[in-house]
């Protein structure tokens, strides 16, 4: 089980440059997410989605699009990177948003530094 | 605005007891979670609150009153592999989570 898994692990991108970080979850779960994560501070919500075809926008979703095109793949895409969009991103996924105590499962974190 | 408020760091000797705190305003309150974090490494999920009082589970214990917008999470027995961090997120009325910058324990020998 292979739980959640996020490439590339690693990114350097340009200012300017467009890149896209994958997110698949193999639990079946209808509720994915994506956050950064900046050293001293808390992770801040990028984007999510509750289902299969629907997006909604979180705490910070400026410069970042996603898609949820099948259940199992939710997808990062940075248009024109910024050196503000340095940082770690998590992918994290759970069975429901809304009830009880839907624990997160996150994927390993990609690091993505934009020079 | 909502907020979160944990220590920035700590440190314990093994074999003893901690207790990190975690304060929170924010709006509704919809459950509150704790997670741990190694360096590098993705959080995992430790305890849920959701109702005022203890939560017990092995080593770690997780305590919540919610009239007083508190938490904390007791580790007991340390360990060297508990050196990590520990992120206190609050779910509100819009069943968002809202989390706290976390706080790094350092276990000494």
């Known amino acids: 089980n292979a739980g959640v898994t996020q490439t590339p692990k690693f990114q350097v991108l340009k200012t300017g440059q467009s890149m896209t970080l994958q997110c698949a979850q193999d639990?079946?779960?209808?509720?994915m997410s994506w956050y950064r994560q900046d050293p001293g501070m808390g992770l801040r919500l990028i984007h999510y989605?509750?289902?299969?075809?629907?997006?909604a926008k979180g705490e910070v979703p400026d410069g970042y699009n996603v898609s949820r095109l099948k259940k199992q793949n939710f997808l990062l895409g940075l248009e024109s990177a910024a050196p503000s969009q340095t940082s770690v991103y998590f992918c994290?996924?759970?069975?429901?948003?809304?009830?009880?105590?839907?624990?997160?499962?996150f994927g390993a974190g990609s690091r993505l530094t934009v020079l | 605005g909502q907020n979160i408020d944990q220590p920035t760091e700590m440190t314990a000797t093994e074999g003893a007891i901690v207790q990190i705190n975690c304060t929170y305003q924010?709006?509704?309150?919809?459950?509150l979670f704790w997670y741990q974090q190694h360096a590098g490494e993705a959080p995992t999920f430790l305890s849920y609150?959701?109702l005022d009082g203890l939560e017990e589970k092995g080593r770690f214990s997780s305590f919540l009153s919610r009239s007083k917008g508190y938490s904390y999470l007791l580790l007991k027995e340390l360990q060297m592999k508990d050196s990590a961090s520990y992120l206190c997120?609050?779910?509100?009325?819009?069943?968002?989570?809202?989390w706290g910058a976390g706080t790094k324990l350092i276990i000494k020998p």
């Open positions: 997120a609050v779910r509100d009325r819009n069943y968002q989570l809202i």
């Open positions: 609150n959701v």
């Open positions: 994290a996924s759970s069975q429901v948003r809304d009830f009880g105590a839907n624990v997160l499962t």
């Open positions: 924010t709006s509704g309150f919809n459950g």
């Open positions: 989605s509750v289902g299969e075809g629907t997006t």
């Open positions: 639990m079946n779960h209808e509720y």
